[in-house]
């Protein structure tokens, strides 16, 4: 089956430093990666919507400046929280959606990212 | 505006009883619907997905229904046990879009 890996699970960092969490499609090539954001207790909120090639779409009130999103391989993208601060503090998880086969038009989700800002 | 809502928003169940676990979407377009799973500070494991021309699909002790028509999906578990207590999640992706919306979950606890 498909798999989604994020790296890091994890990481703790100070206020007003950025912070790279990387979402790996292991097994397809995803021309489609979606981000979403996570606070306790809550549902998964759609951050952004990151294409291969192009420049990611922002929902609704997530500052694009503050979190950079980089599509650059059918595997791989990244998201940067810059200038991190507490309130960044959540749970980060990634999808792709694969080109086609399995995983054609079927999202597959990464474990997530923890991310604590001190 | 496309969404999706759960009902109830938390259950607590002794072991053993079969329950069902409800979510409801606006606008019937719809492309495929999704039930997770999700345990605390963890991600999510798919449990289950419906793609818009099924009426229900099983798995072991669960089953989930799709009825486009009235805009519903309900997942049902038998014999539910301790270790199926874990928030549940509905998701669901429209048509003419990749976008995926999700619910806000229900949360488990079955009771030993």
Not at chain 1, 24 to 53: C, H, I, V
Not at chain 1, 56 to 74: M, P, R
Request: aromatic share 10%.
């Amino acid at each position: 089956g498909a798999v989604v890996s994020q790296h890091p699970s994890w990481v703790i960092c100070k206020s007003g430093t950025s912070v790279k969490i990387e979402c790996r499609s292991l097994d397809f090539q995803a021309t489609t990666m979606f981000w979403y954001r996570q606070f306790p207790k809550q549902s998964l909120m759609l951050m952004a919507t990151s294409n291969e090639g192009s420049k990611a779409t922002y929902e609704q009130g997530v500052e694009k400046d503050k979190f950079l999103i980089n599509h650059a391989s059918l595997t791989l993208s990244t998201l940067t929280v810059t200038s991190a601060h507490p309130e960044d503090s959540s749970f980060y998880i990634c999808s792709a959606v694969g080109t086609s086969g399995v995983a054609g038009e079927t999202q597959y989700f990464g474990p997530g990212t923890r991310l604590l800002v001190l | 505006k496309q969404e999706v809502t759960q009902i109830p928003a938390a259950l607590s169940v002794p072991e053993g009883e079969n329950l069902v676990l409800n979510c409801s979407f606006t606008d019937s377009a719809i492309y495929n619907l999704q039930w997770f799973r999700q345990d605390p500070g963890k991600g999510l494991t798919s449990l289950l997905l419906i793609q818009s021309s099924q009426r229900e699909q099983t798995s072991g002790r669960l089953n989930a229904s799709l009825d486009k028509s009235s805009g519903r999906s309900t997942l049902y578990i038998a014999a539910s046990q301790p270790g199926d207590s874990a928030t549940y999640l509905c998701a669901v992706k429209w048509t003419g879009g990749f976008k995926t919306i999700f619910g806000a979950g229900t949360r488990l606890f079955v009771k030993a």
